[in-house]
């Protein structure tokens, strides 16, 4: 393979950020599969973990890897695009250490003594912020957070302030600090539940499908730049309509969260219409995805980044796109609301859209920060396997947990007179749970595979294809699969 | 252009949803009675709050999805009942959903089921579709 090295030198922080990243990953997907088993066998790990904590170890394992991946990236990212090197990588470094620690104390919290313990230990009744969904951590862990996010932005805007201003750095940027601000909802906790409940969305909503649609385009945009050599111009303005989309539709989107919480019935018209229409710019992405690579002016060595990339177009549209739009309009949603159907949702959703992108940033990125272009072909070989592999294992889960909800919604949910209780529910729903946890399982695998795919070196004959002088572009790249 | 839109866009429609969530917020007390939320309410919800009771339950359709939704608890099963219910836990029933005991007082159950009772005359548009939440 072509040796490369990073255009900075400071690129290199993002390393420790990935492989935290990954790390993470793993130990959410595990505890993922815990819960799947307790959903059957209701008493698996418990007294010892029930399965409020392993939810939230699993659900914050993935907030926080996610957003060590977007640290990650834009450390990596910024300085090359703004072409100098990074402020402070000293800073990027403490911060990393600051946040990883951080990060594993709360999880050793949420396990090893009672939640309520917890937030006695970690002064809650000093501001009340904990114990509501996603934002369950300890008061020192949130401002920590905010700490660490604080000094991570002034680092990227620093760095771009000194440097080129593009188009791809200022909507990271813009992202990004759209990130930091809206958590700050998450230290607001009014006693009427309806206003708990109204604010709570402005960060999770406002996130998910908001701001960090910013933070995905700006990623996918500028891998894309990279491996198909198509004109900034180009891709600057795919960009910018795919983020005008998501903040045009997705802002008053939330109103499909504020349905049956005790909002005015506006709310059912608003968020439906608008909802409706945020499978756009994820429809937008893909078109744009295959466009870029079709009319891509180079082959790039690197096809795993290119399939990632594509992949995550694709996927993102399916689970935040199509599996969004199945239950938002407020007549079915009136049904399927709490139900498993919107935990399908939210798996595919994830994985596609942010799970994703921060791999194909990963994907581009961690080869040339080891010193080479690309990987080799035999470990790209591994990585696009994983892909698929994980990417199987996500739609058997998917299409499991979409079973499991429409049951559910038919025996609980529709009859008008002598309806199943949740409980009755749950046991009839035995098979697709199983089901989910063989999907859980396969993407466990695929999530290895992808792991064992940097340990992969390259063949005999591609050594000595390198020893004698010919470079990866003598051999035509592989074709992306998927493309 | 392209970015025009964007900035244009969402400068009108982060108005439009502040203009919106701050009508929205004018009906909160009448929707929510919030009239009754009592000291004993809020105690309530700062026990929901601090046993991660969203961990496991959904209450008004939100949290996780594996235990009941208790935001219609208390007219589908009363007061006494989810009293009694907390206290026996856990079943220990093999191979059944376990919920772990809280050991709350006599005084923060009232408080909890305070919270869940006025939780349940919100005016949610008639969701949940029937009783069993």
Known sequence: MQPATMKYKSQGVAKYYFVAALALFVGQIVFGISLGLQYVIGDFLFPYIPFNQARMVHTNLLIVWLLFGFMGSAYYLVPEESETELWSPKLALALFWIFLVAGALTIVGYLAVPYAKLAE??????????????????????????????????????????????????????????????????????????????????????????????????????????????????????????????????????????????????????????????????????????????????????????????????????????????????????????????????????????????????????????????????????????FWIMTLGMAVMVLALTGAGILQVWLQRLPTSGALGFMATQDQLAFFYWLRIAGGLGFLVGLITYLASFFVGETAAERAAVGAGAGPLASPASPVRGA | MARNIFYGGTVFFVLVFIALVTDSAGHIPKRSNAAALTPAVERGKTIWETRNCIGCHTLLGEGAYFAPELGNVVPRRGAEFVKAWMKAQPTGVPGRRQMPQFHLNEQQLDDLVQFLDWSSKINTEKWPPNIEG
């Open chain 1, 121 to 386: 230990l970690t002064g809650n009744e000093l501001l009340q912020t904990m114990g509501r969904e996603f934002l369950e951590q300890p008061l020192p862990t949130k401002v920590g957070i905010v700490i660490v996010a604080l000094g991570f932005l002034l680092n990227i805007a620093m760095t771009v302030l000194k440097g080129r201003k593009t188009s791809i750095t200022l909507v990271l940027l813009m992202g990004l600090t759209g990130l930091a601000l809206l958590f700050l909802f998450s230290f607001y906790n009014p006693k009427n539940l309806v206003q708990d409940k109204m604010a709570w969305w402005w960060v999770v909503h406002l996130w998910v499908e908001g701001v960090w649609e910013l933070i995905l385009a700006s990623l996918l945009a500028f891998v894309l730049i990279k491996t198909t050599g198509v004109d900034r111009e180009v891709i600057d303005k795919w960009m910018y309509l795919i983020i005008a989309m998501a903040l045009i539709t997705g802002i008053l989107g939330t109103g499909h969260h504020y349905y049956f919480i005790g909002l005015p019935g506006y709310w059912q018209w608003i968020g439906s219409v608008f909802s409706a229409l945020e499978p756009i710019p994820f429809f937008m992405m893909t078109v744009f995805a295959f466009n870029m690579v079709q009319r891509r002016r180079r082959e790039h060595p690197n096809q795993a980044a290119v399939l990632w990339a594509v992949g995550t177009s694709v996927l993102g549209f399916l689970g935040a796109g199509l599996w969004g739009f199945i239950h938002t309009l407020s007549p079915v949603n009136y049904y399927t609301h709490g139900t498993q159907v919107t935990a399908a949702h939210g798996h595919l959703a994830f994985y596609g859209a942010y799970v994703l992108v921060v791999i194909t940033m990963i994907s581009y990125a961690m080869p040339i920060m080891r010193g080479r272009e690309a990987n080799p072909k035999r470990a790209q070989s591994v990585e696009m396997w994983s």
